[in-house]
């Protein structure tokens, strides 16, 4: 299993950019598909991105085109790169691994408001 620290989420003006940074603490990282998640207020935890052991991407559908999921083996970090923001996007968003799930981490708190 993972520790999971998510970090840079913030309050952002809609159309504006936020990066995402996630540190998994464990053996074999590079060996694990990982997701980003997030969960709005009231609603259920959903799968934003995922990125397999080779770095191919997938995205759902409404934020296909916007953001943007890697990873760096060596550092045990997932990252992702967040455009063109919307007030739909606001949630708090995790890390985890695609199947076999780790502890969930504290998460970071996204706000896109003007």
């Known amino acids: 299993q993972f520790q999971l620290v998510e970090s840079g989420g913030g309050l952002v003006q809609p159309g504006g950019s936020l990066t995402l940074s996630c540190t998994a603490s464990g053996t074999s990282f590079s060996g694990w598909p990982m997701a980003w998640y997030r969960q709005a207020q009231d609603d259920e935890r959903e799968l934003v991105a995922t990125?397999?052991?080779?770095?191919?991407?997938y995205y759902k559908n409404a934020v296909k085109g916007r953001f943007t999921i890697s990873r760096d083996n060596a550092k045990n970090t997932v990252t992702l790169q967040m455009n063109s923001l919307q007030p739909a996007d606001t949630a708090v968003y995790y890390c985890?691994?695609?199947?076999?799930?780790?502890?969930w981490g504290q998460g970071t708190q996204v706000t896109v408001s003007s």
């Open positions: 985890n691994r695609v199947s076999n799930l780790s502890p």
């Open positions: 990125i397999t052991v080779g770095s191919t991407p």
